[in-house]
């Protein structure tokens, strides 16, 4: 069964500087998608940042870049510039591309981001 | 922007009543999902529509949970009787097709007492 792990459950930074939060997931599959999402206080989740396997090419949005190692299985992201409206908690997440009907995405334990003025 | 519509944003019930949640997906979204998320832990599927059609609810609790999505689009979640580890944010999303990311809703917060 796949599985994503989010080893640090709290994070701190300080506004204007720049922040990894890593991410780590389990799977035998060669074909899947790999996301951030952000769950801000208000609770909505938001998409971040979307990776696909097959690309080499990190993923990039504005502040936000990932660093995918597919060997490693590993999925980091990296937040530059940080901003107050960063904080929030972000959530890793996988989602196998074929398996069927059912696609569902899988969640991490989530990482609280914190920061500081 | 589109947006997936939830309601109740809270809700407070008591042990063993019952209590229902909808949601309204994306236009044009066929997949809708249900995911329960417990303070401080990360989502987790209770029930997958493709249309109108349930296609995974091994998670979803049966015995008193149920799902619906008459008609392929709006979907209802029922929770009958509820009990006090029911408490948690419940949370729609819905997404185009399975390259794409969820577009996820504000979620429901209930608090059972």
């Known amino acids: 069964a796949q599985t994503v792990t989010q080893s640090q459950p709290e994070m701190s930074v300080q506004e204007a500087e720049t922040v990894t939060l890593s991410c780590t997931y389990d799977?035998?599959?060669?074909?899947?998608?790999l996301f951030w999402y952000k769950q801000p206080p208000s609770r909505q989740m938001i998409l971040v940042i979307r990776?696909?396997?097959?690309?080499?090419q990190n993923a990039t949005e504005n502040r936000f870049s990932v660093n995918f190692q597919k060997a490693a299985k590993s999925f980091s992201l990296k937040i530059s510039d940080s901003q107050l409206g960063d904080a929030a908690m972000y959530f890793c997440?996988?989602?196998?591309?074929?398996?069927?009907?059912?696609?569902?995405?899988?969640f991490g334990t989530g990482t609280l981001l914190a920061v500081q003025p | 922007e589109a947006e997936v519509a939830q309601s109740p944003r809270y809700k407070i019930t008591e042990k063993s009543q019952a209590v229902a949640f909808w949601c309204d997906p994306i236009?044009?979204?066929?997949?809708l999902y249900w995911y329960r998320q417990i303070l401080g832990q990360g989502p987790e599927l209770l029930v997958q529509?493709?249309?109108?059609?349930?296609?995974?609810d091994s998670q979803l609790p049966k015995d008193r949970f149920s799902a619906e999505r008459l008609k392929g689009v709006d979907s209802t979640l029922k929770i009958q009787p509820a009990e006090l580890g029911d408490s948690a944010m419940y949370l729609c999303?819905?997404?185009?097709?399975?390259?794409?990311?969820?577009?996820f809703g504000s979620g429901t917060r209930l608090t059972v007492v």
């Open positions: 997440a996988y989602r196998y591309l074929y398996g069927g009907a059912t696609n569902k995405l899988i």
């Open positions: 990776q696909e396997a097959y690309k080499q």
């Open positions: 236009s044009g979204h066929a997949t």
């Open positions: 799977t035998s599959e060669s074909d899947y998608y």
């Open positions: 529509f493709q249309d109108e059609s349930v296609v995974d």
């Open positions: 999303a819905s997404s185009p097709d399975r390259a794409s990311g969820y577009t």
